[in-house]
């Protein structure tokens, strides 16, 4: 993905998280899916499949899966509001259904860098729950040692991620 598509997704995650009025974590997703014009079902489905998102009589509906932990069902919310801001045409024609995922990753697709599709979604999402001005607060003017395991849970705890997106993330963004 271009540096250019990155500046754009995480421009459009600010506005989001601006026009929700957003300061501090954990970010409401269910609240700015629900903002964004779509409704939430949670369904109990195959332990691989996280959720989908389609629109039906013009209302978009996302589904997730019950009985996945809540902080995988807030990262497959996230993932699937990214479908639905920044890929809208491709879900007004089909249902997209989105499977299991590690570490942000979706599948061995998505993690080969192939389906560009599922990776901006996935940026989209990291971008949306953790977003970088919060980390920064959270993080302050003290040294963080992303190998401390207790320190990664309490902050993946605070944005109600879970500690390996946490990780992620802040390799992603202070590496």
Same mark, same amino acid.
């Given at each position: 993905?271009?540096?250019?598509? =990155?500046?754009? #997704?995480? *421009?459009? %995650?600010? /506005?989001?998280?601006?026009?929700?009025?957003?300061? @501090?974590?954990?970010?409401?997703?269910?609240?700015?899916?629900?903002?964004?014009?779509?409704?939430?079902?949670f369904s109990?489905?195959?332990?691989?499949?996280?959720?989908?998102?389609?629109?039906?009589?013009?209302?978009?509906?996302?589904?997730?899966?019950?009985?996945?932990?809540?902080?995988?069902?807030?990262?497959?919310?996230?993932?699937?509001?990214?479908?639905?801001?920044?890929? =809208?045409?491709? #879900?007004? *024609?089909? %249902?997209? /259904?989105?499977?299991?995922?590690?570490?942000?990753? @979706?599948?061995s697709v998505?993690?080969?860098?192939?389906?560009?599709?599922?990776?901006?979604?996935?940026?989209?999402?990291?971008?949306?729950?953790?977003?970088?001005?919060?980390?920064?607060?959270?993080?302050?003017?003290?040294?963080?040692?992303?190998?401390?395991?207790?320190?990664?849970?309490?902050?993946?705890?605070?944005?109600?991620?879970?500690?390996?997106?946490?990780?992620?993330?802040?390799?992603?963004?202070?590496?």
């Open positions: 993905m271009s540096t250019q598509r =990155k500046r754009v #997704i995480s *421009k459009k %995650v600010r /506005v989001i998280l601006q026009d929700n009025k957003v300061t @501090r974590p954990p970010v409401p997703v269910e609240r700015i899916a629900k903002a964004l014009g779509a409704q939430l079902r109990p489905l195959d332990d691989e499949l996280s959720g989908m998102i389609y629109v039906k009589e013009g209302i978009p509906i996302i589904g997730v899966n019950a009985l996945h932990h809540p902080n995988r069902q807030r990262f497959t919310i996230a993932h699937e509001c990214g479908h639905l801001v920044l890929h =809208k045409s491709h #879900i007004t *024609k089909e %249902v997209h /259904v989105d499977k299991a995922f590690q570490m942000l990753m @979706r599948d998505s993690s080969a860098g192939v389906n560009e599709i599922e990776i901006e979604a996935n940026l989209f999402a990291a971008e949306l729950l953790m977003p970088e001005p919060l980390l920064t607060e959270a993080l302050g003017n003290e040294a963080f040692d992303i190998d401390d395991e207790g320190a990664v849970t309490s902050l993946a705890k605070s944005f109600k991620v879970s500690p390996s997106a946490m990780r992620f993330r802040l390799g992603n963004l202070f590496a």
